[in-house]
T-cell receptor, first 113, second 110 residues
Framework: NAGVTQTPKFQVLKTGQSMTLQCAQD?????MYWYRQDPGMGLRLIYY???????DKGEVPNGYNVSRLNKREFSLRLESAAPSQTSVYFC????????????FGPGTRLTVL | RKEVEQDPGPFNVPEGATVAFNCTYS??????FFWYRQDCRKEPKLLMS???SGNEDGRFTAQLNRASQYISLLIRDSKLSDSATYLC???????????FGAGTILRVKS
């Protein structure tokens, strides 16, 4: 039982490049989330998916897109990376409601030059 | 004003000390409250939920004051392994999203 897995763990991009961050959970959770964490700031929600087939914007969605591929997988895409997107990205999942315990993946450390 | 505010610390305490962290939140409609723990360069993990009546889990006690929009976490008999960042978390108005504080750093020294 791996919980929440994320790939890659580290990534360096040049401005304008694109990439997709992958996330998968094996806990049969309905809800999944993407956050970013920057120094001195709390985790900020980028996008979330309350159930398979639905996605909604969070606090900081600009510059990102998401896909809930199936119940297990929720990917985050940066179409044209910018230095402001340098951050640590965490994927999380919860059984149903946002108030259920959220389980986080190990994070992806992204640097955009 | 930030929705969830915490003293960033760091709090440097000796082993065995009692330490308390505070957190204030701005949205009076928030319904659920939590403390998460985040070790250096790791993911956050739920430490405990915070209930209106207050709750205790071993050496950890959480309190909620809805009138003052204030949450606290008390750690007794601090261990070296308690060194981490403690994140105060509340649900947003409407309850669809979690809002995280920036965290309070605790360093327990021998």
């Amino acid at each position: 039982n791996a919980g929440v897995t994320q790939t890659p763990k580290f990534q360096v991009l040049k401005t304008g490049q694109s990439m997709t961050l992958q996330c998968a959970q094996d806990m049969n959770h309905n809800s999944m989330y993407w956050y970013r964490q920057d120094p001195g700031m709390g985790l900020r929600l980028i996008y979330y998916s309350a159930s398979e087939g639905t996605t909604d914007k969070g606090e900081v969605p600009n510059g990102y897109n998401v896909s809930r591929l199936n119940k297990r997988e929720f990917s985050l895409r940066l179409e044209s990376a910018a230095p402001s997107q340098t951050s640590v990205y965490f994927c999380a999942s919860s059984r149903d409601r946002v108030a259920d315990t959220q389980y986080f993946g190990p994070g992806t450390r992204l640097t955009v030059l | 004003r930030k929705e969830v505010e915490q003293d960033p610390g760091p709090f440097n305490v000796p082993e065995g000390a009692t330490v308390a962290f505070n957190c204030t939140y701005s949205n009076s409609a928030s319904q659920s409250f939590f403390w998460y723990r985040q070790d250096c360069r790791k993911e956050p993990k739920l430490l405990m939920s915070v209930y209106s009546s207050g709750n205790e889990d071993g050496r950890f006690t959480a309190q909620l004051n809805r009138a003052s929009q204030y949450i606290s976490l008390l750690i007794r008999d601090s261990k070296l392994s308690d060194s981490a960042t403690y994140l105060c978390v509340v649900t947003e108005k409407g309850g669809n999203k979690l809002v995280f504080g920036a965290g309070t750093i605790l360093r327990v020294k021998s």
